[in-house]
């Protein structure tokens, strides 16, 4: 990470009372620009190491961060650059765990339609599904997987593929409960959705 001590120039915290007093667009926008050269790389590098990121939205993390460092600039009261620094690192950690805790919330990567067609034909072998069935079943899947992607692959996996919960709940990296309360709110919307027919 950017070292604390070693500064060349006006350190960090003087930049932010610099963007702070800046008096129009113009000065406002070079300071900015000062600004940024001087944390794009350092905080690109330290999202980029969170732990559990996914790589592809490092950029709109770093973007995220850089706007919500420069909403923040008018209350930082630090005056070193250590705390600017700590101020923009705590930041930059804070989104990049809003961004990893966001995609937990939707661990379940979504199946191709055409492997999911598939797996019901699989499964058709124990008992067959009538024709209505099957269009009412394509048409529930379909709005499903507008309405609430990640459900589609908890019913597959469950119903279709034949995991317990138990199994599920390895696989998902879930409790048993959560995965369990998951599957019955999606089966729900299903049904609420089928019903809608």
């Known amino acids: 990470m950017a070292s604390t001590d070693d500064i060349s120039g006006p350190s960090l915290a003087d930049l932010f009372a610099d963007y702070r007093r800046a008096q129009g667009l113009e000065d406002r926008n070079a300071v900015a620009e000062r600004i940024v050269a001087t944390i794009f790389s350092p905080l690109s ?3 980029s190491l969170r732990r559990g990121i996914d790589p592809n939205k490092v950029p709109d993390v770093l973007m995220v961060t850089l706007t919500a460092i420069f909403g923040a600039i ?3 009261r630090g005056t070193t ?3 600017a620094w700590s101020y923009c690192y705590r930041i930059a950690f804070n989104k990049a765990m809003n961004a990893i805790r966001k995609d937990m919330a939707n ?3 979504t199946v ?4 999911l067609w598939a797996l019901v034909e699989a499964s058709e072998k124990d008992r067959p599904m009538a024709t209505g069935e099957r269009v009412d079943l394509e048409a529930v899947m379909k709005l499903l997987r507008l309405v609430k992607p990640p459900c589609v692959d908890y019913l597959l996996m469950h119903y279709i593929v034949g995991l317990d919960y138990e199994q599920m709940a390895d696989v998902l990296d879930m409790t ?3 995965v369990g309360a998951t599957v019955r709110r999606c089966l729900k ?3 609420e959705l089928g019903g809608n027919l």
């Open 81 to 83: 650059h250590s705390e």
């Open 112 to 115: 191709p339609d055409e492997i």
């Open 45 to 47: 590098l330290f999202i």
């Open 107 to 109: 661990p379940v990567v």
């Open 189 to 191: 919307l299903a049904r």
């Open 176 to 178: 048993t409960e959560n």
């Open 74 to 76: 008018p209350v930082f």
